[in-house]
């Protein structure tokens, strides 16, 4: 949700809630098969709690307060990275860069919606089908106006954003959250998504049988992510996670 230096757009979305029933809403809307919903995680580090989260998760939606700690660690991390150009059919992740502001909410759900195991199972000849035929083939910059123009994402997007537990703020406010995605490729590779980085971010090798909520996955991503926070003292360390799995029978 929080704007950054790399967003550039005149389009404002409303912010989403991080909230399941929303986030599931959103990606119905646009295509993604009815066997698929996003859940609550409780705790990345009780057995009990994370036993009741459907498995296998497919992607992983984390919000955060951005705070200098978060600044600090990705400008450091993306100093001497080159903005990334990937595009075409080999491409390991389909990766969008935000130009829409307020947008990462929608932007993670897109990255988890986009990649992975979770790719097929889009419903053919969906908004979100032709979208990502579309995107597959374009370069980031390319990309990012696919998404920018879509009328189908917009709709979509603002039919969620006035669902869940909360007043939904309006689509100019500065909102102090952002949303990231973490995703295992086809190639077991873990990824963080953020449309305002330079692009996707390889976090780690996973085993062929882990999923994102796996330890080994939740200690290169979610778990990493946390321990910076407290490291660096005084650290907001509210966060919300989401995961996208299986539906309940």
């Keep these: 949700m929080a704007d950054t230096k790399s967003t550039t757009a005149s389009k404002y979305f ?3 809630e991080n909230n399941p029933e929303v986030m599931t809403s959103l990606l119905h809307n646009l295509g993604l098969s009815k066997s698929l919903a996003f859940s609550d995680v409780y705790s990345i580090d009780e057995p009990d709690l994370l036993a ?18 978060h600044a600090k660690f990705r400008q450091e991390e993306d100093k001497d990275v080159q903005p990334y150009e990937g595009h075409g059919e080999g491409e390991e992740v ?34 979100l089908d ?18 920018y123009n879509s009328n189908a994402l917009e709709t979509a997007h603002k039919s969620a954003a006035v669902k869940g537990d909360t007043s939904a703020p309006a ?15 086809k190639k077991n590779n873990l990824f963080e998504m953020d449309g305002s980085r330079k692009g996707p971010i390889s976090r780690g090798k996973l085993e ?23 490291e660096a003292g005084g650290g907001d360390l509210r966060f919300s996670l989401i995961s996208l799995g299986k539906t309940f029978d």
């Design 14 to 16: 409303i912010p989403l």
């Design 52 to 69: 009741i989260v459907p498995r296998p998760s497919y992607a992983l939606l984390l919000v955060f307060p951005v705070n200098e700690t």
């Design 94 to 127: 389909l990766w969008f860069k935000q130009t829409i502001r307020n947008a990462c909410g929608l932007m993670g759900v897109l990255h988890g919606a986009s990649n992975g195991e979770t790719r097929d199972h889009v419903e053919s000849n969906s908004s």
């Design 130 to 147: 032709k979208l990502l035929k579309e995107a597959i083939q374009l370069k980031p910059a390319a990309r990012a106006d696919l998404l």
């Design 171 to 185: 689509a100019e406010d500065e909102v102090e959250l952002h949303y990231v995605c973490f995703i295992k490729s």
């Design 208 to 230: 062929p049988d882990d999923d994102v909520l796996s330890e080994k996955a939740l200690d290169l991503g979610p778990r990493a992510f946390l321990k910076r926070e407290k």
